[in-house]
Nanobody, 116 residues
Framework: QVQLVESGGGLVQPGGSLRLSCVAS????????????MSWYRQAPGKERELVATISSAGGSRDYAEALKGRFTISRDNAKNTLYLQMNSLKPEDTAVYYCKGAGSWGQGTQVTVSS
């Protein structure tokens, strides 16, 4: 089974930036990171998990939650089996646990807290 490990979360002031990373491992046989569509989700306290962004296997196509367009950027480095989420102009309402998803697996999540 593929393992996904997120990192890069933390406490940031409103208006600040963070870059999340998700490293994938455990690919077997002919499977590889570059074959999979990958996504970021987030779950705020008391709310359902929601889709943040999705990127195609080669990285050429990206989709975002409408409310996050212009502030968040999803990217990937297939040579490093790594998915990224650049988050700018962060707001308190961006506070959530952020998860990466793909290749049939979920990461354990990384906490992002936006507060002064």
């Amino acid at each position: 089974q593929v393992q996904l490990v997120e990192s890069g979360g933390g406490l940031v002031q409103p208006g600040g930036s963070l870059r999340l990373s998700c490293v994938a491992s455990g690919f077997r046989f002919s499977t590889r990171f570059s074959s999979y569509v990958m996504s970021w989700y987030r779950q705020a306290p008391g709310k359902e998990r929601e889709l943040v962004a999705t990127i195609s296997s080669a990285g050429g196509s990206r989709d975002y939650a409408e409310a996050l367009k212009g502030r968040f950027t999803i990217s990937r480095d297939n040579a490093k089996n790594t998915l990224y989420l650049q988050m700018n102009s962060l707001k308190p309402e961006d506070t959530a646990v952020y998860y990466c998803k793909g290749a049939g697996s979920w990461g354990q999540g990384t906490q992002v807290t936006v507060s002064s």
